[in-house]
């Protein structure tokens, strides 16, 4: 049984950086395409950010050259890196495999 686990969440002021990670076990990680999504209350589930096995990587516009998603296939972990963050990018933050979603880990960005 797989299982992915966030942290790295918290409260921030807007402009400053935070990193999240998810820890993934149970499933042959490195050949898993791992992606980044958030959700904010009355808003729909958004995709953020998605990285390959071999390291190829889609961002949302919204978040394109402020967020960076990377992975660690030693570790099992793959990373998202957040710049410049902004009151808009306050959610809940799940990373997900196609078959497994992690417990999320909440991001307030503040004014």
């Known amino acids: 049984q797989g299982q992915l686990v966030e942290s790295g969440g918290g409260l921030v002021q807007a402009g400053e950086s935070l990193r999240l990670s998810c820890a993934a076990s149970?499933?042959?990680?490195?050949?898993?395409?791992m992606y980044w999504f958030r959700q904010s209350p009355g808003k729909q589930r958004e995709l953020v950010a998605s990285v390959t096995g071999g390291g190829s990587t889609t961002y949302a516009d919204s978040v394109k050259g402020r967020f960076t998603i990377s992975r660690d296939n030693a570790k099992k972990t793959v990373y998202l890196q957040m710049n410049s963050l902004k009151p808009e990018d306050t959610a809940d933050y799940y990373c997900?495999?196609?078959?497994?979603w992690g417990q999320g880990t909440k991001i307030t960005v503040s004014t």
């Open positions: 997900q495999d196609d078959t497994y």
């Open positions: 149970g499933f042959i990680f490195s050949v898993r395409t």
